[in-house]
């Protein structure tokens, strides 16, 4: 199952950057971080928060096989915060957004 992260930091926006890494050992090794921002991320989002986090993999339905992770942003015209959902139907190869 991959692993979503990020790197923030709070006085610049170009740090807020999302990665996946991944484990096929139970968490022994790790993947090199790849990075997935452009993906990820939508442009007016300011603050933007991956994890790391939990995610789920869907087990039936139209989308079995499915990774579905939640994650946290916010613009700059927003009060408050927004979660949003990444999803890949390749396993982590690539990513998309999905319930915002």
Request: aromatic share 10%; hydrophobic share 30%; proline share 4%.
């Given at each position: 199952?991959?692993?979503i992260?990020?790197?923030?930091?709070?006085s610049?926006?170009a740090t807020?950057?999302?990665?996946v890494?991944?484990s096929d050992d139970h968490?022994q090794?790790?993947?090199e971080?790849?990075?997935i921002?452009a993906?990820?991320k939508?442009?007016?989002?300011?603050?933007y928060a991956?994890g790391?986090t939990h995610?789920i993999?869907?087990?039936r339905?139209?989308?079995?096989?499915?990774?579905?992770v939640?994650?946290?942003h916010?613009?700059?015209?927003?009060?408050?915060?927004?979660?949003?959902l990444?999803y890949?139907?390749?396993?982590g190869?690539s990513w998309?957004?999905?319930?915002?």
């Amino acid at each position: 199952m991959p692993s979503i992260r990020g790197a923030c930091g709070w006085s610049s926006v170009a740090t807020r950057t999302g990665f996946v890494t991944f484990s096929d050992d139970h968490g022994q090794r790790w993947s090199e971080r790849r990075e997935i921002t452009a993906d990820a991320k939508r442009p007016n989002w300011k603050w933007y928060a991956t994890g790391p986090t939990h995610g789920i993999q869907l087990e039936r339905g139209a989308h079995a096989g499915r990774l579905v992770v939640p994650t946290d942003h916010g613009t700059a015209k927003q009060r408050g915060w927004g979660v949003h959902l990444l999803y890949s139907d390749d396993h982590g190869k690539s990513w998309k957004i999905g319930a915002v």
